[in-house]
């Protein structure tokens, strides 16, 4: 992988950070949902772009994306989290074990976020209502 921040990373690299699989990344990369460019037929990121992404978006911006992606990929996120904090505190690795320490305490409240519904979805719903009630 790419050691320097401003280095583009390609899909494989991005996907392995990010620790999705190729197939979703490509998925919310085409819907806009994760920064990038296309590159003639080839996605690219900065990790220095995706980091500062990762920051902005917070517990309302993993709920969005857990909403995004559905499924059950919220408790394999969890257990994914939890198991990389126990290797990085095994390992020494401080501010990694804290990243995915902050991740499970904040994940009971991403998750209800999650099961909210979207800001968007409410504003779809209204209008169709509205309509109905011209009709």
């Known amino acids: 992988m790419a050691s320097s921040p401003d280095t583009a990373l390609t899909i494989y690299e991005l996907a392995d950070y990010l620790k999705l699989s190729k197939s979703t990344l490509y998925h919310l990369a085409r819907r806009g949902d994760v920064p ?5 037929r080839h996605w690219r990121s900065r990790k220095e772009t995706i980091d500062g992404w990762l920051d902005q978006q917070g517990e309302s911006g993993a709920a ?3 909403r995004k992606l559905g499924g059950d990929y919220g408790e394999k996120a969890r257990d994914l989290a939890y198991r ?4 990085c505190e095994r390992k020494g690795w401080a501010s990694e074990a804290l990243a995915y320490n902050s991740l499970v305490i904040a994940w009971p ?5 999650a099961q909210q519904e979207s ?3 409410k504003t779809q719903a209204m209008l169709f209502d509205q309509q109905e009630a011209k009709e």
């Open 109 to 113: 409240e991403i998750s209800k976020l």
């Open 36 to 40: 990038g460019q296309k590159i003639d």
């Open 84 to 87: 990389l904090y126990n290797i």
């Open 64 to 66: 969005d994306l857990l």
């Open 119 to 121: 800001p968007q979805g």
